[in-house]
């Protein structure tokens, strides 16, 4: 784990630690697969993704809790994942913010920042109840940009 962790500093990656966005091993709860390390070469994919989560960290001034980041295809199966989802190409992140803040809605807060970013014309950006889906789609030849509301 530490060459990602590695590999993740030298992009300018220096928040979201290898073990938030890649877990690997038996989920606390002991439920589904064993969660497996992603291949050495997708891991250009997540720097995009990553580098927009180090601005919005920083605009918003508090940590953002990573949910999923990387699914094999096994666990992504296991947890009922879509089928071509973005997490098994390693460029997407499922993630809120570790605190409240201030406003009524700060899941929508993110949205509408995320979605106003100077390159979310490549972004995939869903918003659901308890988290915001991110992702890089357009640099990775996927259309884009994609938007959908699940509350």
């Known amino acids: 784990m530490s ?12 928040h979201f630690s290898a073990k938030e966005v890649a877990p690997v091993g038996k989920l606390a709860n002991g439920i589904g697969p064993p969660l497996l390390l992603p291949p050495e ?13 180090e601005e919005l960290r920083a605009a918003l001034g508090v940590p953002l809790f990573v949910h999923s980041c990387f699914r094999d295809s096994a ?20 993630f809120s913010p570790a605190f409240d803040l201030p406003g009524d809605d ?29 992702d890089s789609r357009g640099y990775m030849g996927r259309k884009a940009p994609a938007r959908w509301d699940e509350r």
């Open 3 to 14: 060459r990602l962790q590695a590999y993740l500093y030298t992009h300018g990656i220096y």
């Open 41 to 53: 070469p997708r891991w250009p994919n997540i720097i995009p993704t990553l580098l927009v989560m």
């Open 75 to 94: 666990y992504n199966r296991a947890i009922g994942g879509a089928r071509y989802s973005l997490h098994l190409a390693f460029c997407a992140v499922d």
């Open 106 to 134: 700060d899941l929508m807060l993110i949205y509408e920042y995320l979605d106003a970013h100077h390159d979310s014309r490549k972004f995939g950006l869903g918003i659901y109840r308890n988290f915001i889906h991110l």
